[in-house]
């Protein structure tokens, strides 16, 4: 039977019971099977639940170990997005700085090479100025004049590639310290990630007995089946 409800109170018709064994009429009072049956579910019946160290809740009664990692992938894909946006919130300033670093460390290299660039064609004005002054017949004190403006346009020059370097080396330093701070913020994210996934995770088996003063009883006395 589904209930109490469903048990007859009333023998069938034509039906008859087997005399109970001698002793056993005490042990079926309605008080002593309710003291026996609450010590027997006390003793054996156990519910087994799953517990989670990273998450730090317990499944629910009758839920099954893959059902509860189930619902911890749902909580690990929202721990997860937050952990991670807390992560870059944290290096933001961080990137922000490098970002500044960078785009004014390209600027420098580019302020430097137009520099050269200018450098450069001052320096072949003056190198044709002197070879056309030469072939007119220009004075000597001209061509030495020619000759020494030449040199300087030429030391600007050397001067102004020096000068490129620098700045792409700062620009190169810059860009490594970079690298380096999104490795970083990578392999925390990685570690982060593997931390909360709960395929990964050992739960934790816990074993639960009734209380006997949990237990309630509905009604206790003796029943016939019929065969």
Do not use: C
């Amino acid at each position: 039977p589904g209930s109490l409800d469903q048990v007859s109170q009333v023998r069938p018709p034509g039906a008859s019971f087997a005399p109970l064994p001698p002793g056993v009429s005490h042990a079926l009072k309605p008080a002593n099977l309710e003291r026996t049956y609450r010590d027997f579910l006390a003793r054996v019946y156990t519910v087994q639940l799953w517990r989670s160290q990273i998450f730090k809740v317990v499944s629910q009664p009758g839920e099954s170990d893959r059902d509860f990692r189930i619902r911890l992938a749902q909580m690990s894909r929202e721990r997860r997005d937050f952990e991670l946006d807390k992560l870059r919130q944290r290096y933001a300033s961080k990137f922000d700085t490098l970002n500044r670093q960078e785009a004014s460390a390209r600027m420098e290299v580019d302020r430097q090479q137009q520099q050269l660039g200018e450098q450069k064609m001052h320096t072949a004005i003056s190198v044709g100025a002197g070879l056309l002054g030469a072939l007119l017949g220009g004075s000597r004190i001209g061509t030495i004049g020619r000759a020494t403006t030449v040199a300087r346009g030429a030391t600007r020059v050397s001067r102004e590639k020096q000068d490129i370097d620098r700045a792409n080396v700062k620009l190169q330093e810059v860009q490594q310290r970079k690298a380096l701070l999104e490795e970083q913020v990578r392999q925390e994210a990685d570690r982060l990630v593997a931390g909360l996934d709960p395929q990964l995770e050992m739960l934790q088996e816990i074993q639960i007995r009734p209380k006997k003063t949990d237990i309630l009883i509905r009604g206790a006395g003796l029943l016939w089946v019929a065969e």
